[in-house]
């Protein structure tokens, strides 16, 4: 039974540390890329801290419903062929994220008074918080990242000895926590 709670809690460890590293991983990215559009600094995200968290429940959640798209989770299990079944995840990864951005940029538009960013310059857009290229973007990203990245990430993160998953997801956590605290606090205040 004790092995048993142990072995769970290595695995949510291993998670909390994967959440980290893909949400460090997509401010990075994201981060690069507006910096070099606009020929200056960029500091993206809604944190202190350099995390964009969007990218790592995103990618997690799909990983969960989806798994990667060599092997094929729940809605894809049953669909034969690698073409149609890559196809499938192209879509609907394109489609969650893109619904994932449409409420996170909705969310902190009216409730936070922030706008995180603003696709309106882009054709095809809806009032700035999704667009039809970053719709395929994306989908290109999730089926390549997913199919050649995620799992020599994972990997690596379980091979982590224990006490490395113990401290880096507890310290991850309270400092993610307090950013998210601090930040929520910072507009509140601001909005008085």
Same mark, same amino acid.
């Given at each position: 039974?004790? !092995?048993? *709670?142990?072995?769970?809690?290595?695995?949510?460890?291993?998670?909390?540390?994967?959440?980290?590293?893909?949400?460090?991983?997509?401010?990075?990215? !994201?981060?690069?890329?507006?910096?070099?559009?606009?020929?200056?600094?960029?500091?993206?995200?809604?944190?202190?801290?350099?995390?964009?968290?969007?990218?790592? &429940?995103?990618? +997690?959640?799909?990983?969960?419903?989806?798994?990667?798209?060599?092997?094929?989770?729940?809605?894809?299990?049953?669909?034969?062929?690698?073409?149609?079944?890559?196809?499938?995840?192209?879509?609907?990864?394109?489609?969650?994220?893109? +619904?994932?951005?449409?409420?996170?940029?909705?969310? &902190?538009?009216?409730?936070?008074?922030?706008?995180? /960013?603003?696709?309106?310059?882009?054709?095809?857009?809806?009032?700035?918080? *999704?667009?039809?290229?970053?719709?395929?973007?994306?989908?290109?990203? &999730?089926?390549?990242?997913?199919?050649?990245?995620?799992?020599?990430?994972?990997?690596?993160?379980?091979?982590?000895?224990? /006490?490395?998953?113990?401290?880096?997801?507890?310290?991850?956590?309270?400092?993610?926590?307090?950013? /998210?605290?601090?930040?929520?606090?910072?507009?509140?205040f601001q909005s008085i």
């Open positions: 039974m004790t !092995e048993n *709670i142990k072995n769970k809690n290595i695995l949510v460890g291993q998670y909390i540390v994967l959440f980290m590293i893909l949400s460090f991983g997509g401010w990075a990215v !994201e981060t690069l890329f507006c910096s070099l559009l606009a020929g200056k600094w960029c500091d993206r995200g809604f944190l202190t801290l350099p995390f964009c968290t969007i990218y790592g &429940f995103t990618i +997690l959640g799909l990983y969960g419903l989806l798994g990667t798209p060599q092997d094929g989770r729940t809605l894809l299990k049953n669909v034969s062929g690698k073409p149609m079944r890559f196809l499938l995840y192209f879509l609907i990864t394109a489609s969650v994220t893109t +619904l994932a951005e449409l409420v996170t940029g909705w969310f &902190f538009t009216k409730v936070c008074g922030v706008s995180l /960013w603003d696709y309106s310059g882009y054709r095809f857009h809806y009032k700035g918080y *999704i667009c039809l290229e970053f719709f395929l973007v994306w989908g290109t990203l &999730f089926l390549i990242g997913m199919r050649f990245a995620f799992e020599p990430l994972k990997q690596a993160v379980a091979a982590l000895p224990r /006490w490395a998953l113990f401290w880096g997801s507890a310290i991850s956590c309270f400092f993610l926590m307090a950013d /998210w605290i601090v930040s929520y606090a910072r507009i509140f």
